[in-house]
């Protein structure tokens, strides 16, 4: 497999196989892999989530929790250089709102792309694409609609490569 372009966006809606997808391109770099989880454990239905990612990546993978300091989590990583998978970027939009709001979230994916044009290693993002649904009835989550979508245009001007996943389809997105 051809090492794909870094950093690169893999964008989908839930459950359509971008994580999978994410994963199979990271074996085309050598291991050991970095998996930055933004996920946090609330509830044992997550707890569950979690095991089976992790069981489906198995020994090569060195999990990182960085549930809200994204770019000072890659900053660090890049100075032992190896390739980083962050899963997902949706999640950590969450935590920083709901900790922070709305302006904590804007400054911190402009800081986040600030770090992806200069860390040296590969990096792979995985985010949902949270725009083709109805409008929410409630105004946090249109709020959260609204900032992700924000969020995922500015990550996606920042990376060298965009991919959107469709029932397990990889569709190329940037560079066409």
């Given at each position: 497999?051809?090492?794909?372009?870094t950093?690169?966006?893999?964008?989908?809606?839930?459950?359509?196989?971008?994580?999978?997808h994410?994963?199979?391109?990271?074996?085309?770099?050598?291991?050991?892999?970095?998996?930055?989880?933004?996920?946090?454990?609330?509830?044992?239905?997550?707890?569950?989530?979690?095991?089976?990612?992790?069981?489906?990546?198995?020994?090569?993978?060195?999990?990182?929790e960085?549930?809200?300091?994204?770019?000072?989590?890659?900053?660090?990583?890049?100075?032992?250089?190896?390739?980083?998978?962050?899963?997902?970027?949706?999640l950590?939009?969450?935590?920083?709102?709901?900790?922070?709001?709305?302006?904590?979230?804007?400054?911190?994916?402009?800081?986040?792309?600030?770090?992806l044009?200069?860390?040296?290693?590969?990096?792979?993002?995985?985010?949902?694409?949270?725009?083709?649904?109805?409008?929410?009835?409630?105004?946090?989550?249109?709020?959260?609609?609204?900032?992700?979508?924000?969020?995922?245009?500015?990550?996606?001007?920042?990376?060298r490569?965009?991919?959107?996943?469709?029932?397990?389809?990889?569709?190329?997105?940037?560079?066409?």
């Amino acid at each position: 497999m051809n090492r794909p372009p870094t950093p690169h966006l893999i964008l989908g809606g839930a459950r359509s196989g971008k994580s999978t997808h994410a994963e199979a391109l990271m074996s085309a770099f050598s291991p050991p892999y970095r998996y930055v989880a933004t996920a946090e454990v609330l509830d044992e239905e997550m707890a569950r989530r979690v095991a089976d990612h992790q069981s489906r990546r198995g020994t090569l993978w060195q999990t990182v929790e960085c549930p809200l300091a994204l770019p000072e989590t890659l900053v660090h990583l890049a100075a032992n250089p190896a390739p980083i998978l962050v899963d997902c970027l949706t999640l950590w939009y969450s935590n920083l709102l709901l900790r922070s709001g709305e302006r904590a979230v804007k400054t911190s994916v402009m800081a986040l792309c600030d770090v992806l044009s200069t860390v040296s290693s590969p990096v792979l993002l995985v985010s949902n694409e949270v725009g083709c649904g109805i409008v929410p009835e409630n105004a946090l989550a249109r709020s959260y609609r609204d900032v992700a979508g924000w969020a995922n245009q500015q990550v996606a001007k920042a990376c060298r490569a965009v991919t959107y996943v469709v029932a397990g389809i990889p569709l190329a997105l940037k560079p066409r």
